[in-house]
């Protein structure tokens, strides 16, 4: 969903609430102003455009979609690897924890399969059965079987892997649902299949409507990988592994930390236009999840719970440390978005500071808003980089109180708080002058109005 501010021509008057306190002293050229607009105005056509693409989106939905059973899969890692192993013996075994983990957040890529092929086929109105049948089969004949090894060594009987239907999977996932969703739709634009008439119930009409397209598929990508020795799953996998590899990077943490908090201020969600980015981070968590569970060590940073825990505290812009800084404002404006926004702050929702302060369109608290995300970035990447903080395990409900997160995301280092408390003292830092400056602005804006009145 996205929300887009808009402006009006009061903007030419100063307005303590917009964050336009001393703009009547400095009035803008109309040229400038204009030209500002335009820009602004771009940049959310832009945006909007990105927010409306259909495999976009249908690949974001496929990833929420999946995140569900890659809770619960985290929930069941975290019982089989306790962040107390005193625990460990009031639990089932930890090799049947693991089972239930293997079968939740272990095969992330059918799920995120099906769920982005229900997406676009609700966007091009094709038969939702046919799309999900066809989009797995697709994308399970992609896979190359390989032999099981028996007890005395010997080669065994041929199974696909189950490596591949986890992290690996992802992105040839999202393929093959696109690839059938859009064979789907051709063919019913151009009325390509079999048709049945004479009264066939109405299951039987659709089943015989799909076989043809859904054949095609299927059909065609099987001569690809087993006749012409094509590995597409693989081949995908291995062009978006350098993707995966460098959103690790702290330039790329960066970008997105900026390119959210620019958005925001123009009032648009940030997230709804970095959906493309949602992937990356649930194949990074779903390859950390699977070391774990191997005996091995975690590798990616770049994931959701990098942000929402470390980064994004009270939701974009670290506006908890605002909210922190508003319950000591003397405006009544601020006070009573202070009183009303501290409680969803601490439970990652941000809409009423972010509305009702505002922050979105004021210049007055664009800095801290952009800076100390940024600054909380540069410490967690380097606290995580350097392994004085676990690396981001499991998917949390982003919903939790930002210590609780931080400590269950982690595998329960306790090491993650101290990171989280240092952070929300930065965030603290950088907003206080800021809107302490914002606040005198209001009240001597209410007493010259108390005045007047």
């Known amino acids: 969903m996205m929300r887009v501010v808009s402006t009006g021509s009061e903007r030419a008057s100063a307005d303590p609430s917009r964050g336009d306190v001393g703009a009547a002293a400095v009035p803008t050229a109309p040229g400038a102003a204009a030209r500002s607009d335009r820009i602004r105005m771009r940049i959310v056509d832009l945006g909007a ?103 005395t060594g010997a080669a065994g009987p041929l199974a696909i892997p189950f490596s591949v239907l986890g992290a690996a999977g992802l992105f040839p996932a999202f393929a093959a649902a696109i690839l059938s969703v859009e064979t789907l739709s051709l063919f019913a634009k151009r009325k390509w299949g079999i048709a049945l008439s004479g009264g066939a119930p109405d299951v039987v009409v659709r089943s015989f409507a799909a076989l043809l397209p859904s054949a095609t598929c299927v059909v065609s990508v099987w001569i690809v990988v087993h006749l012409f020795g094509f590995d597409l799953a693989q081949g995908l996998a291995a062009l978006c592994a350098p993707l995966l590899s460098a959103s690790d990077a702290l330039p790329a943490l960066l970008a997105i930390v900026l390119i959210d908090s620019c958005l925001w201020m123009i009032g648009i969600h940030g997230l709804s236009v970095l959906a493309a980015v949602r992937p990356l981070w649930l194949a990074a968590l779903a390859e950390n999840m699977q070391a774990i569970a191997a005996g091995g060590e975690p590798h990616h940073l ?81 606290a995580m980089h350097s392994g004085l903080v676990s690396l ?55 007493e010259s109005a108390g005045a007047r009145a």
């Open 49 to 151: 455009r990105m927010a409306r693409q259909p495999h976009l989106n249908a690949i974001r939905d496929g990833v929420v979609g999946a995140l569900p059973l890659i809770l619960l899969g985290s929930l069941f890692l975290l019982l089989a690897q306790p962040p107390w192993p005193g625990v460990a013996r009031f639990l089932p075994p930890a090799d049947a924890l693991k089972a239930a983990w293997r079968a939740c957040a272990g095969a992330v890529s059918l799920y995120a399969c099906a769920a982005c092929s229900i997406a676009l086929a609700r966007r091009r109105e094709v038969d939702i059965t046919a799309a999900v049948t066809t989009s797995l089969a697709v994308f399970l004949v992609a896979q190359h079987p390989q032999a099981l090894a028996t007890a």
């Open 302 to 382: 770049a994931t959701q719970e990098f942000f929402v825990w470390f980064v994004w505290q009270g939701g974009s812009g670290a506006t908890l440390g605002l909210a922190f800084a508003l319950l000591f404002a003397r405006s009544k404006q601020l006070k009573l978005v202070g009183r009303t926004g501290l409680v969803p702050a601490l439970f990652n929702i941000n809409e009423p500071l972010l509305f009702g302060t505002p922050v979105v369109l004021n210049a007055t608290l664009a800095l801290p808003f952009i800076v100390a995300p940024i600054l909380m970035t540069c410490t967690t990447w380097a």
């Open 392 to 446: 981001p395990i499991a998917e949390v409900v982003w919903t939790l109180p930002a210590p609780i997160g931080a400590f269950l995301s982690t595998g329960g280092d306790q090491r993650a708080l101290l990171l989280q408390a240092g952070n929300l003292v930065i965030a603290c830092a950088l907003w206080w002058p800021f809107v302490r400056r914002y606040d005198r602005a209001l009240v001597a804006a209410e």
